[in-house]
C-alpha cells in the first residue's frame, strides 16, 4: 500500500523559512516523479513543483521560482521542499504526491504564514 | 497556463440519482502522443484527494463503476449514475497534458439533497 507521510509543517513569519519532508512507502520511490500540491480554502489545488526520477529535472509554478526548491533522496526514499522568502500568500495544506499524474496523496502538512 | 473551468460549483443531488459535472479547458487538452491527461479527483470532508479517473475515462483501481469520465479536446464530463452517501465532497479536474503548470479545475461541492 502507498504510504506518503507529510512532516515539518508550522506558524512562520513572512519572511521566513521552512523545510517540509516526505516519507514514501510501498512502492518504488526512485521510478517515479514526486509532486507537491497546495490547498487553500480561497485558491483551491494549486500544483507547486515536481521532480523527476533521479532528480535532474524540476519545474515550479512561477509563483514560487526563487523561493521554493523541490529535492529527493532515493536511498531514504524521501521527498523535501524547502521554503525560503515565505509570503501571507503561501499559506496552505501542502500535500506530497505521487507521480506526475498524482495518482496518490498523503494527509498533508498545514504551513501559516503569519506574525 | 491552461485555465480549467468547473460547472456547477455547487451540485445537490438527491440519494440514487444521477450526477454530472463538467470541466472545461482553454485550449485542447490533446497531447503530443495523442494521449488527454485529463483526470478526475474526489475529496471527502476531512480527507486528502484521491484520483478516481485518468486519461479521461480510465478507471482507477477500487474506484466503483457507478463513476465515469468522457469527454475530448476542450469539454469533459464527470457522471456518478447513481449517487451514495459516500460520494459527498469536492470534485476536482486537473490537466497535465500542458505543464508545468498542471492545473486544476476550481472544484465542484456535491452534496446530498
Known amino acids: 500500500e502507498v504510504q506518503l507521510v507529510e512532516s515539518g509543517g508550522d506558524l512562520v513569519q513572512p519572511g521566513g523559512s521552512v523545510r517540509l519532508s516526505c516519507a514514501a512507502s510501498?512502492?518504488?520511490?526512485?521510478?517515479?516523479?514526486m509532486t507537491w500540491v497546495r490547498q487553500t480554502p480561497g485558491r483551491g489545488q494549486e500544483w507547486v513543483a515536481n521532480?523527476?526520477?533521479?532528480?535532474?529535472?524540476?519545474h515550479y509554478v512561477d509563483s514560487v521560482k526563487g523561493r521554493f526548491t523541490i529535492s529527493r533522496d532515493n536511498t531514504k526514499n524521501s521527498l523535501d521542499l524547502q521554503m525560503n522568502s515565505l509570503r501571507a500568500e503561501d499559506t496552505a495544506v501542502y500535500y506530497c504526491?505521487?507521480?506526475?499524474?498524482?495518482?496518490?496523496w498523503g494527509q498533508g502538512t498545514l504551513v501559516t504564514v503569519s506574525s | 497556463d491552461v485555465v480549467l473551468t468547473q460547472s456547477p460549483l455547487s451540485l445537490p443531488v438527491t440519494l440514487g440519482q444521477p450526477a454530472s459535472i463538467s470541466c472545461r479547458s482553454s485550449?485542447?487538452?490533446?497531447?503530443?502522443?495523442?494521449?488527454?491527461?485529463l483526470n478526475w479527483f474526489q475529496q471527502r470532508p476531512g480527507q486528502s484527494p484521491r484520483r478516481l479517473i485518468y486519461?479521461?475515462?480510465d478507471r482507477d483501481s477500487g474506484v466503483p463503476d457507478r463513476f465515469s469520465g468522457s469527454g475530448s479536446g476542450t469539454d469533459f464530463t464527470l457522471k456518478i449514475s447513481r449517487v451514495e452517501a459516500e460520494d459527498v465532497g469536492v470534485y476536482y479536474c486537473?490537466?497535465?497534458?500542458?505543464?508545468?503548470?498542471?492545473?486544476f479545475g476550481q472544484g465542484t461541492k456535491l452534496e446530498i439533497k
Open positions: 504526491v505521487k507521480g506526475q499524474w498524482a495518482d496518490s
Open positions: 510501498g512502492f518504488t520511490f526512485s521510478n517515479y516523479w
Open positions: 521532480i523527476n526520477e533521479d532528480g535532474g529535472e524540476k
Open positions: 485550449q485542447s487538452l490533446v497531447a503530443s502522443d495523442g494521449n488527454i491527461y
Open positions: 486519461k479521461v475515462s
Open positions: 486537473m490537466q497535465n497534458t500542458h505543464w508545468p503548470p498542471c492545473t
